[in-house]
């Protein structure tokens, strides 16, 4: 990383409350292959959220705390803060002296956006500040938000706007918190109505829809330069499993989270 920080464009993309078991099968059977496309081996790591809610999560992975690999460790990190004793902090990882990585990378001359998603971006309260408030720049608005059929969709559009205003010369650090999978997502189930709720088959189809879109954004984020990309869900969410529903409880459905990172190949534009 001490290569990557200062020389790619860097994209932290957190799929919200997408389960590792929905992510995986859906890999499996060729619904996500913009993501497969991408994903070392065609399929997810398997990893354990840092929190079990979005603002716990997130504070954590700001913090360098990326979700951590299933299998025993330790293992080192990407991205820590300058801690002593640190016993996942290995020559390769980037050492930041700020509070938090976003601060980091703007101190290494990064330019950082936020395009925010769930209410925790929102920005409309002070906690809805807190998490856009470690960015340069941040931007939400209703149609980012989970209400939104076409939340993905609009958050790129902006994205677009936010790297067409950034000289071509200044590193970026775009994080984008994609709300499509959060509840409600029946809405990306043709034929569905409210009334038929969120299932587990609802989450599968608003990931499906995520992927559709995504090649848009990884195109943006290399179009500049190389991009190291990190794409993993900040937690899981529970569909009835043993009686629960939702996040914000130590269920295995909840804690276990698909994660990838790679690096996006620049494309000279065709003349």
Partial sequence: MNEVVGRDDILLVTLDTL???VAAAAAADGLTPHLARHLPGGAWEERHAPGSFTYASHQAMFAGFLPTPA?????PRLFAARFDGSET?????WV???PDLVGGLAAAGYHTVCLGGVGFFNKRGALGGVLPG???ESHWEPSFGVTSPTSFEAQIRRAEQCVAQ???EKRLFLFVNVSALHQPNWFHTPGATRADGDTLDTHRAAL????RHIGRLFDLMSARRRCFAIVCSDHGTAYGDDGHTGHRIGHPAVWTVPYAHFFLTHQEPDA
């Fill in 166 to 168: 950034l000289p071509n």
């Fill in 89 to 93: 902090t290995a020559p390769r990882t």
């Fill in 96 to 98: 930041f002296d700020t």
């Fill in 71 to 75: 299998t025993p460790g330790p293992h």
């Fill in 19 to 21: 389960r590792h078991d």
């Fill in 134 to 136: 470690l960015f340069q």
């Fill in 208 to 211: 499906a829809h995520v992927d």
